[in-house]
């Protein structure tokens, strides 16, 4: 079935460092791959997007990358802030011609420390 | 545009009560998706409707859950009867392309 990690322990990164966030999957091939932030009692909201055929993606201090080979993608926040603290899911997914169906990871906490 | 809505916000009931919990997506986006999230399984996909049309409800743990959008505004997940195990924080999602609008949720507590 499908598989989708994300490390489960919290990172915590001094305000300034860039913080660098995994999610690994595991039989799937998703067409696409999502980025979303979580803050407590909020719904997620979407980040970034990337396709199969892009290796990198950027938007401000965000650079998402997309390696199909290792199955892996890496999330990363430049000149981090306090602000930056929430969870980060990452959802591959799936669809095309208006369909986009992901699967989400279970997240990974971020704290950053002023 | 409000954003996608959901009410009520909080609902504790008692095992074995009929739970409903409503979403209004956002208007003009014809994807629906009604998602369950808990520490131990993550946010986890239930249903999702296109165009007001179940397409896949695979995600629906058992009989007891039920889900309906009978228009383009307005959509339903009940549970009946509701067991403790049950308890967790519901979001619907609605969206035109890939990037999902979630609401705020709705936090179920079943005693």
């Known amino acids: 079935s499908q598989k989708i990690e994300q490390n489960s322990e919290a990172l915590n990164i001094q305000e300034g460092k860039t913080a660098t966030l995994t999610c690994n999957y595991t039989n799937y091939s998703p067409a696409y791959l999502q980025w979303y932030r979580q803050d407590p009692g909020r719904g997620p909201v979407f980040l970034l997007l990337?396709?199969?055929?892009?290796k990198e993606k950027r938007k401000e201090r965000l650079k998402v990358t997309f390696d199909t080979t290792l199955k892996q993608s890496l999330f990363h926040i430049t000149a981090s802030q306090p602000a930056d603290s929430a969870t980060y899911l990452c959802?591959?997914?799936?669809?095309?011609?208006?369909?986009?169906?992901?699967?989400f990871g279970r997240g990974t906490s971020l704290i950053v420390h002023p | 545009d409000a954003g996608v809505i959901q009410s009520p916000r909080h609902e504790v009931t008692e095992m074995g009560q009929e739970v409903t919990l409503r979403c209004k997506p956002i208007?003009?986006?014809?994807?629906l998706f009604w998602y369950r999230q808990t520490m131990m399984r993550g946010l986890e996909l239930l249903i999702y409707f296109n165009n007001n049309v179940p397409i896949d409800d695979s995600g629906m743990p058992e009989d007891r859950f039920s889900a309906k959008m009978p228009n383009a505004s307005f959509s339903t997940l009940k549970i009946q009867p509701s067991e403790p195990r049950d308890s967790a924080v519901y979001f619907c999602?609605?969206?035109?392309?890939?990037?999902?609008?979630f609401g705020p949720g709705t936090r179920l507590t079943v005693l």
């Open positions: 959802a591959p997914g799936t669809g095309s011609g208006g369909s986009y169906i992901p699967t």
């Open positions: 208007s003009g986006h014809d994807y």
């Open positions: 990337i396709r199969e055929n892009e």
């Open positions: 999602a609605s969206s035109l392309g890939a990037e999902q609008f």
